[in-house]
């Protein structure tokens, strides 16, 4: 018995000391929950009340740009920007209010705004004015779309006359204000002035999300002249706004949009900084925010020597000037433009791209390279090279087939003849060397099947004959893309088939499709190459931004020389052709003879002549070529386009190639 008294008397003891352990336990919970409560209550409530991180991303500055010989071309100049950052709460009715205040501070562009810009301004300032001008019949029928859309079209003329020029520089800073996200810098004004900075810094409590922020903006070297021939960099275009977004840009970002700028946007275009806010459920930031640097895009080594372009673009410009001012009364006076492409046959590289056009309201002379590439012609007989090649090709002539050159008589009265006639026989060489049209005509007629002795078909395929002079053509990059490493390019104007004998003869002296005149430099660089079509290229190199000033940054890739095709074709046909080109600039009978024979660089060429309009004499001057002719390092294409009188064309070609000679003589590479 007594053992089983001690055994339950255990028992409740080991009750009592797990209860005592259980109530311990609670009364630790309770005290912490009511700490956590009490105590910390507000902090962990401000801890509920953040959401997720928001990034902002800032540009970096973009890539530099060099020449050949590595001089800076397009660089990047520090600036300060005005930008304005709003928050998720900040109303339309806000930003308009600090668009006013800042209008008066500061001086902005208006160019870009547009007339819709300033629709939806006026309603924004007249909303119960224009809803009036809408019946509720028509309220009725229309959803939101479709109700908005009318009130714009019941905005008049008028109304918007109605807008003062302050008015009109507060949209154009609400516009931008508008077009960024909450959160992310949106730059007002690039390029603010000192007193500018100095009066907002002034002000800037009563401007909120307004901050100066340092910035860089495209700089030129050799002068803002020269930003066509690299390209402009502005905000992204509305057109390409959905393109870029889904590449990961934002609405606000800076981006090339045109030649090389635009071509090479990834490379160019650096690595963003960004700036990590965390904000409470009303969108408000929450502390300071975290900013992690970027990094400035990548470099480019360009093929372009900026020293000859500078001087074949002077080039252009005295022949134009000399044009226009000599000869009898106003015999050039619709001469506007003129455009030169010189390029190593060998590798493709581009070593000058120039155009100047003429503006007649202002006098000026401006640069237009995009003319080489955007801009086709008819390009007249500096295409006879690629003719002869195909009736060689075609067997339609053999390098000793010869023509008499004498006007061509048809059976209904027409008469065809050469520019310089009474050239008697003459083999191929002889017809590049003079020019002769008939000889390109008897081509022309031999591939289209005509019997010119008996005046009629023997085999009818004049379409034959189109399809292979197209062809034919487009093997030496006429009338297709050359490849180059641009946004977009011209191909030329493809004139059609026709079944008249006539025009397939129009078609082989270049009096029938047009050409770009970077279509020409390729085409002539072919014959050049011996039949190698080299794709056409401006860039040279990529390189990571330098870190030391002066020197050049790690080699990051280098283009390598792409051959687009060959043509095949016996070397001796080529030759012919090489003969006829040297012929050109130094024979008897040489279109181009005056002003090349006796120049020690050796050049090889073809000269063309296109009639626009044969009432007013208009026509276009062109010439093709290369130097040396026996071991070609450079080839050229000279455009002029509506000329009456005198050889613009071989003038701007002969100073061209001088000034590349000249350059390599002094010690500047070119190649």
Do not use: C
Not at 172 to 197: C, F, H, N, V, W
Not at 281 to 304: C, F, H, I, M, Y
């Amino acid at each position: 018995m007594t053992k089983e008294k001690k055994k339950k008397n255990h028992v409740p003891i080991r009750l009592n000391a797990l209860f005592l352990a259980v109530f311990f336990l609670f009364s630790i919970l309770i005290f912490r929950l009511g700490y956590v409560q009490i105590v910390q209550g507000e902090e962990y409530q401000r801890s509920a009340d953040k959401k997720d991180n928001v990034t902002a991303r800032l540009d970096a500055p973009r890539g530099k740009m060099m020449d050949t010989e590595n001089r800076v071309v397009v660089d990047n100049k520090p600036v300060y920007s005005i930008t304005y950052t709003r928050t998720q709460k900040t109303s339309a009715e806000d930003r308009e209010a600090i668009a006013e205040k800042l209008a008066g501070y500061i001086k902005k562009d208006t160019k870009n705004v547009t007339e819709r810009d300033k629709k939806d301004y006026f309603i924004f300032l007249h909303q119960k004015e224009v809803e009036s001008r809408i019946s509720p019949a028509e309220k009725k029928q229309l959803n939101d779309d479709q109700y908005y859309k009318l009130m714009l079209d019941r905005i008049t003329k008028k109304d918007l006359d109605s807008f003062t020029s302050h008015q009109i520089e507060v949209l154009a800073i609400k516009r931008e204000m508008d077009s960024g996200y909450a959160l992310t810098p949106q730059r007002i004004k690039i390029g603010a002035t000192q007193k500018e900075i100095a009066t907002i810094s002034e002000h800037l409590s009563e401007l909120p999300g307004i901050d100066i922020k340092p910035d860089a903006k495209r700089d030129y070297p050799y002068g803002d002249t020269f930003k066509a021939l690299f390209g402009q960099v502005k905000q992204i275009p509305s057109s390409k706004m959905d393109f870029y977004l889904s590449r990961g840009n934002e609405r606000n970002d800076l981006v090339g949009t045109s030649f090389l700028e635009e071509q090479y946007e990834s490379l160019l275009r650096g690595k963003k900084s960004s700036v990590k806010y965390v904000t409470d459920k009303a969108g408000n930031p929450v502390g300071e925010p975290v900013e992690v640097e970027g990094s400035r895009g990548k470099d480019l080594t360009l093929t372009v020597n900026m020293e000859l372009q500078q001087k074949v673009e002077d080039v252009i410009e005295k022949a134009m000037k000399k044009a226009k001012s000599g000869g009898s009364a106003y015999a050039n006076r619709d001469l506007t433009e003129a455009y030169v492409v010189m390029m190593n046959p060998e590798n493709g590289e581009i070593l000058s791209m120039a155009g100047k056009k003429y503006d007649k309201k202002t006098g000026q002379y401006k640069n237009a390279p995009f003319g080489t590439v955007y801009n086709s012609f008819e390009m007249g007989s500096a295409v006879k090279g690629a003719t002869v090649l195909t009736g060689l090709q075609q067997g339609a002539i053999t390098p000793a087939t010869h023509f008499y050159d004498a006007p061509l008589v048809f059976g209904d009265g027409r008469k065809m003849k050469s520019a310089h006639s009474g050239l008697g026989s003459i083999g191929p060489v002889e017809a590049l060397e003079a020019s002769s049209n008939v000889y390109m005509w008897h081509v022309a007629m031999k591939l289209a099947g005509y019997d010119y002795s008996h005046k009629r078909f023997i085999d009818h395929h004049v379409d034959e004959a189109f399809r292979v002079l197209r062809d034919s053509y487009s093997q030496f990059g006429l009338g297709v893309p050359t490849g180059i490493d641009l946004p977009s390019e011209a191909t030329g104007y493809n004139t059609g088939m026709s079944d008249q004998l006539a025009q397939a003869m129009f078609f082989a002296i270049g009096q029938f499709d047009t050409y770009t005149p970077l279509q020409m430099a390729q085409y002539v660089s072919t014959i050049a190459n011996n039949g190698y079509r080299m794709q056409p290229h401006l860039l040279k190199e990529v390189r990571e931004p330098s870190t030391q000033p002066g020197k050049l940054g790690k080699l990051d890739y280098k283009f390598e020389p792409h051959i687009m095709n060959k043509i095949e074709m016996k070397q001796e046909y080529l030759d012919v052709v090489h003969q006829g080109f040297r012929e050109v600039m130094v024979g008897s009978h040489g279109t181009a003879a005056a002003y090349f024979k006796n120049k020690s660089y050796q050049p090889a060429g073809k000269t063309g002549t296109a009639q626009v309009d044969v009432k007013s004499g208009l026509n276009n001057k062109t010439l093709v070529g290369y130097a040396p002719y026996d071991n070609p390092e450079v080839s050229f294409a000279v455009v002029v386009p509506k000329v009456r009188e005198g050889s613009i064309n071989l003038e701007i070609g002969a100073g061209a190639l001088d000034a590349y000679f000249k350059l390599k003589k002094d010690g500047n590479k070119t190649k």
